[in-house]
């Protein structure tokens, strides 16, 4: 790779400084920008490596003189906007036919950045800035750049395999910064920019995307270098999206701050002293607990605990995970009990792991109620067998413990699909109300229900954005009736007359006051040895 691409023309600073640099006058933002690049330019021939400039012809004067190899005027024939800008950048690309590396007009790096990027190794089939955190710690509570949602719109139009469908539904939180954006393998190129080409005509007749240009460079490039299996390098491992050259004047690489490392875990030691004096072990109490019931569901949950214990662990000593098995007969105790990374999780205090042997039919709300009380968090996640968390999500949650009182936490109904029940209630508050409805036997409502009487006692209701609530495995309505009592064909087949026969329950503070119903569970540990679990002082018995 010994060739360096570069975009730019005097309407994109203008377009800046309408936007996005107000403060700053255009001339002082021009001159900026074309000594940036002038010194750029040097920079990288003093390597020996091939200039090649894309610019109009009102802009070409200011590169006169220069050691550029070959000046195009192709931009002088797209039109100039925030669109546009990313439009001419993908013409840029388009047009090489040998190894090349981009760079956006904006940024400028030190030399000893151009001498590292000299000695890259050319097997590596793209290279870029670095890989990025959608959402984090230092800004989650504000709606991220780039959403579940929006992306969502692009995914029928990828040219990804099967085998990454659920890495993209699952994976969103990350992308690549493309502000420098490099080629050895062209036929990825191709691909990246085709696909590029047909998200664009998406973005411009949609209305619901906030920034397009973002999401399309730089998470359809992540997505796209997976579904292609290939290579990545990193000129900025450890770090993160580069800041505008308005900020640089010395001209040397820097990182925008909002922005943390991807390799590392969310800032949890800027959280709260209350997260850091909380040491999860055995015996110990976590910020959060994870609680989720299966039943009969081993397609589901051998795919989604593996992938959730993987999150818990970046937040180990904050979260831990419960997990009820309710007398599944799919095999799936035995399966767990030999995989590694699920008895490490239970002795690293990560997973708790219980399960009864005698339930014929599954109940809606019973066994939830007793992993909640069971569970030893300050706050209770309840997280459906077929729902994968993300770093984000949690990270999420933290954020509005720290910052609400008196509240519990739902998903947007944008949500509603798969992951609706996700609710996050302070353990006093469950415990106080007495839990789930256990009327509510069959599928139907208890989510909403037990919302209705948090709000009751004065508790305020925050919705979670629903793209950090939206992995979900996808299943017929039929998985959702399986394991429960039969009560009439129509409540059996129908999802919606289910529903509607549990909203005639009365709205009250306990509905569960001197209901006897009771579960025989067990705990095991990482050996398999059983600890039957003593739940005569269960809330919801009183």
Not at 120 to 140: E, G, L, M, R, T
Not at 154 to 174: C, T
Request: hydrophobic fraction near 35%; aromatic fraction near 12%.
């Amino acid at each position: 790779m010994k060739k360096i691409v570069f975009c730019f023309s005097i309407i994109d600073v203008s377009n800046q400084v309408d936007n996005h640099d107000a403060d700053s006058g255009f001339d002082d933002r021009l001159e900026m920008s074309v000594n940036s690049i002038k010194k750029l330019i040097y920079d990288f021939k003093s390597f020996d490596f091939e200039i090649e400039l894309f610019t109009d012809v009102a802009t070409s004067r200011f590169f006169k003189g220069l050691p550029i190899d070959r000046i195009s005027l192709d931009l002088e024939f797209i039109n100039s906007n925030e669109i546009e800008f990313v439009e001419r950048k993908m013409l840029c690309l388009a047009k090489q036919s040998v190894p090349f590396l981009y760079l956006d007009w904006d940024i400028s790096l030190s030399k000893e950045t151009i001498k590292g990027i000299y000695h890259f190794d050319n097997d590596q089939d793209v290279i870029v800035a670095s890989k990025y955190s959608i959402a984090h710690a230092s800004n989650v509570t504000k709606s991220p750049k780039i959403t579940h949602g929006e992306l969502k719109t692009f995914s029928w139009l990828m040219d990804i395999k099967g085998e990454y469908v659920d890495e993209f539904v699952n994976n969103h939180e990350y992308a690549y910064d493309t502000k420098i954006i490099g080629f050895n393998n062209l036929d990825l190129k191709n691909v990246y920019v085709n696909n590029f080409l047909k998200c664009l005509n998406v973005a411009k007749s949609s209305k619901q995307l906030s920034s397009p240009t973002l999401i399309i460079q730089d998470y359809l490039l992540y997505i796209t270098v997976l579904s292609q299996n290939c290579s990545c390098n990193m000129i900025f491992k450890g770090k993160s999206k580069l800041t505008s050259v308005k900020n640089n004047h010395s001209h040397k690489e820097t990182v925008h701050k909002t922005r943390n490392d991807s390799n590392q875990s969310p800032e949890i030691s800027n959280i709260d002293r209350l997260f850091k004096n909380m040491v999860l072990n055995k015996n110990g109490t976590a910020v959060i607990s994870l609680c989720t019931v299966v039943m009969n569901r081993f397609d589901h949950i051998s795919r989604t605990l593996k992938y959730n214990i993987k999150i818990a662990y970046k937040f180990k000593g904050i979260i831990n995970i419960n997990l009820l098995d309710y007398n599944s007969e799919d095999g799936l105790e035995d399966f767990l009990f030999k995989q590694n990374w699920f008895k490490m999780a239970i002795e690293d205090g990560i997973l708790f792991y219980y399960k009864n042997y005698d339930q014929q039919f599954y109940h809606r709300t019973l066994p939830k109620n007793y992993i909640h009380f069971l569970s030893n968090g300050l706050y209770l996640i309840n997280i459906d067998a077929d729902n994968y968390i993300s770093e984000s999500y949690i990270t999420y949650c933290l954020s509005v413990i720290k910052k609400r009182k008196n509240f519990f936490l739902r998903p947007s109904l944008l949500s509603s699909v798969g992951s609706f029940g996700r609710i996050m209630i302070k353990s006093s508050d469950f415990k106080k109300i007495g839990g789930y409805h256990l009327g509510i036997e069959n599928y139907g409502f208890e989510d909403t229900e037990i919302t209705l009487r948090l709000r009751k006692i004065g508790l305020n209701q925050y919705l979670a954005p629903f793209h950090l609530c939206n992995d979900s495995i996808g299943h017929s309505d039929s998985l959702r009736f399986l394991n429960q009592k039969r009560t009439s064909e129509a409540n059996d087949k129908d999802v919606s007359s289910s529903d509607y026969q549990n909203r005639k329950f009365k709205i009250q503070f306990n509905p569960n006051k001197g209901n006897n119903s009771k579960i025989v569970l067990f705990r095991l540990d990482e050996k398999k040895i059983k600890t039957k679990i003593d739940v005569s002082h269960s809330y919801f018995l009183d």
